[in-house]
C-alpha cells in the first residue's frame, strides 16, 4: 500500500506485526515459483480506489478471481474486455431486477469505487487455478482491521455481505449504528436459494438516503462492444 492513501495511518500497526513479514514472505515465495493473481500492483486496489474518507458501502467477497486476465483487486470486478464470469453475470441479473440497470457490456466495477463504495475481498491474492490457496495464510487478519476501521467510522455505513464467509465477519459489524445487507454467495451454486430477489442495491441506497447520505448510481454503462460470458 502506498503512503497517498488515507487507509495508511489507519493500518501501519499491521505492517510491523510478524504476520505481515510472515504473508508478505508467502506471497513472495508463490510468485518466484508460480502464477498469483492479481497481479502485485492491483493486491491493494480496492484501498487505493475508495478512501477511507469515502466509504458508504463495503461489499465483501472472498478469494480474487483465479483465472487468467480476471482479478484486479476489486472483488467481483474484472477489467473491460474480460470474459464476465458466472457470479458476476448474477449480479447484474439481481441489479437489472432491484434497480433497472440495464446489463452492462463489461465487468468493470471501477464506477462503484468512485463513489464510496469499498469492492473488498478478504484474501488478497490467489493460485491461478486454485481457489482458496492463499486462505488462512494472513490476508484475513489484515482484512478484519480494514472492516473494524469502516465499522469504527461515526457515519453510517452500508455492509453488503454476499456467502458464508463475508457473513461471518457480521460479529466485525456494530448492527445498531450500520446496515448490514446479508444473502447466499451469488455463485451460479447458491443464488438460487436466497441471492435473487435479495434487493441489496435498493435496501442500500434506502440505507443511505435514511442516514442523509447520497445513494449509489447503481449504473456501470457498456456502450461498447459486449464480451462474452462465462457459462
Same mark, same amino acid.
Given at each position: 500500500?502506498? $503512503?497517498?492513501?488515507?487507509? !495508511? ?11 505481515? +513479514? ?28 475508495? $478512501? ?5 458501502? =463495503? #461489499? ?7 483465472? $487468467? ?5 476489486? /472483488? ?13 453475470? !448474477? ?16 465487468? /468493470?466495477? !471501477? ?16 493460485? +491461478? ?17 480494514? #472492516?473494524?476501521?469502516? !465499522? ?28 448490514? #445487507? ?7 451454486? *447458491? ?6 430477489? *435479495?434487493?441489496?442495491? *435498493?435496501? @442500500?441506497? @434506502? ?12 449504473? =456501470? ?11
Amino acid at each position: 500500500m502506498t $503512503p497517498k492513501t488515507d487507509w !495508511n495511518p489507519l493500518l501501519r500497526e499491521e505492517f510491523a506485526k510478524p504476520y505481515w +513479514a510472515e504473508l508478505q514472505t508467502f506471497v513472495a515465495e508463490e510468485r518466484s515459483r508460480i502464477e498469483v493473481y492479481p497481479p502485485a500492483e492491483d493486491v491493494f486496489a480496492a484501498l487505493h480506489q475508495t $478512501p477511507f474518507a469515502s466509504v458508504k458501502v =463495503l #461489499i465483501l467477497g472472498q478469494d480474487p478471481y483465479h483465472g $487468467p486476465g480476471q482479478a484486479h483487486g476489486l /472483488c467481483f470486478s474484472v477489467r473491460r474486455g474480460v470474459t464476465t464470469p458466472p457470479s458476476l453475470r !448474477n449480479i447484474f441479473t439481481e441489479l437489472e431486477a432491484d434497480v433497472g440497470v440495464p446489463r452492462p457490456h463489461h465487468g /468493470c466495477l !471501477n464506477a462503484w469505487t468512485g463513489q464510496g463504495v469499498l469492492l473488498l475481498n478478504t484474501t488478497l491474492t490467489v493460485r +491461478a487455478h486454485q481457489a482458496a490457496s492463499h486462505q488462512r495464510k494472513g490476508w484475513e487478519t489484515f482484512t478484519d482491521e480494514v #472492516i473494524r476501521a469502516v !465499522n469504527a467510522k461515526p457515519e453510517p455505513v452500508v455492509f453488503v455481505l454476499w456467502g458464508a464467509a463475508a457473513r461471518k465477519k457480521k460479529v466485525l459489524i456494530d448492527s445498531t449504528r450500520h446496515t448490514v #445487507i446479508e444473502s447466499v454467495h451469488p455463485s451460479p451454486l *447458491s443464488a438460487h436459494n436466497g441471492f435473487f430477489g *435479495s434487493r441489496p442495491f *435498493s435496501q @442500500a441506497n @434506502a440505507s443511505l438516503v435514511a442516514a442523509g447520505r447520497t445513494p449509489i448510481d447503481w449504473s =456501470l454503462g457498456g456502450s461498447e462492444k459486449p464480451a462474452a460470458e462465462e457459462v
